[in-house]
């Protein structure tokens, strides 16, 4: 698409210049008659200068919203259509209030689409980037039935519960993994600030060393010497890792790893299900039809083989069968969300109890972090203990031996 440079006029009757993407000279202008700018002058960009500046642009244009933005944008959105505004002077007050400058100039693009006569859905279906499938569809269900504010308030629910669900995971994780950071540092700065002035001493006394002083100097000695080698075997091993990941037969085995590792998997199994939980919830409650519900959910879940469960129960429904007898043939999920499913089939309100559902397991994703995080700590805690205190007895081995020499 051919780039514009421009200066306009703005209401407060102050210049401004800049940049903008557009199919030709007229549709620039309407850009920026739709912005309250009054163009003077508008050119199109010389190849040269947008080829020099394309990648920088495309950065600077990056679709990257964080999911806080997103359901901050969308709690604001859904506020003010419930005070009575227009679509279009609640997506331009939005951007007015909004610091983030890509979804500012997104909201201007969804307000110039929307003005245009595309409905909301189609505008957002243009920035998938930011607004996943789940959000476009709840928006579609919303326009068609009239409650768009209603599905909004859905929306922003949805997304500040897995904003949460998010911050739990990274708060239990930021302890353990802080510690073990500096940790490690602390054994590198012993073997390789500390053992190699001590080393000096045993060596100018002649010294006969123990076998484990001997083990501890050859890994400082090794660690000093070629430093740069395992730094190109963590990324060599990185790098076969996530090409390895990223074919279909390394995705399928990580995935099952993760469900079934000891520890860690029972808590990802229980994230997994409060997401299809909330998910299915907040799809059902807009108005959406179960099989479509379960097509959307399958396109937010990450692990292959939940997927494929997903996709399998949607044609067991396809069929006529429950959802819930679909979930507990596969034995993935755990079997109290599959009997919670079976009740809101039988008393028709599936909504409410897959609401119910993710409220119980993100508490239990809560417990289960907690517990992880108190077992966890005094492991490590334990694990470096014994590593210093290795590095420390292969120290005082050699030097009560010294004492003794001196002594002599």
């Not at 399998?312 to 109290?336: A, D, F, Q, T, Y």
Request: charge should be neutral; glycine fraction near 6%; charged fraction near 20%.
């Amino acid at each position: 698409m051919p780039v514009y440079e421009y200066i306009a006029i703005n209401n407060s009757g102050k210049k401004t210049k800049g940049r903008l993407d557009a199919e030709n000279e007229r549709m620039a202008r309407q850009k920026l008659r739709r912005s309250n700018l009054f163009p003077t002058t508008i050119k199109e960009a010389s190849a040269k200068v947008t080829k020099q500046t394309d990648d920088v642009l495309h950065f600077l244009k990056s679709d990257k919203v964080t999911m806080k933005e997103l359901s901050l944008t969308t709690r604001q959105f859904a506020t003010l259509l419930n005070a009575g505004l227009p679509l279009v002077s609640a997506l331009q007050a939005l951007g007015e209030q909004t610091d983030s400058h890509v979804m500012q100039r997104v909201l201007v693009e969804l307000r110039e689409g929307v003005q245009e006569g595309d409905s909301l859905a189609k505008s957002l279906g243009m920035h998938p980037k930011i607004f996943p499938r789940l959000y476009t569809n709840l928006v579609a269900a919303g326009e068609a039935s009239g409650t768009l504010d209603q599905v909004l308030e859905k929306l922003a629910d949805y997304l500040e519960s897995q904003v949460a669900l998010r911050g739990k995971i990274f708060s239990a994780l930021t302890y353990p993994v802080v510690m073990m950071v500096v940790c490690f540092l602390v054994i590198i700065g012993l073997l390789v600030g500390v053992i190699p002035k001590i080393v000096e001493i045993f060596v100018k006394q002649g010294l006969d060393l123990p076998l484990p002083t001997r083990i501890v100097i050859s890994g400082s000695n090794f660690l000093i010497s070629y430093w740069w080698l395992l730094i190109l075997c963590t990324i060599g091993l990185g790098a076969l890792a996530t090409n390895y990941y990223r074919s279909k037969k390394g995705r399928e085995k990580v995935d099952l790893w993760l469900l079934q590792l000891p520890l860690i998997g029972p808590v990802y199994v229980k994230v997994i299900t409060a997401r299809i939980a909330s998910t299915l919830s907040a799809l059902l409650g807009s108005g959406v039809e179960l099989l479509r519900a379960l097509d959307i959910t399958k396109n937010i879940i990450g692990n292959v083989h939940v997927v494929s469960m997903l996709e399998e129960s949607r044609e067991g429904v396809r069929e006529g069968k429950n959802l819930s007898s679909e979930i507990m043939r596969h034995k993935i999920l755990p079997s109290m969300i599959s009997r919670m499913i079976a009740i809101g089939e039988k008393s028709g309100d599936l909504e409410h109890m897959l609401e119910k559902a993710s409220t119980t397991y993100d508490n239990e994703v809560s417990s289960t972090l907690e517990g992880l995080t108190s077992l966890l700590e005094p492991l490590l805690m334990v694990t470096v203990g014994i590593i210093v205190l290795i590095i420390v007895v292969s120290v005082l081995l050699p030097m009560t031996e010294l004492m003794n020499v001196v002594a002599l």
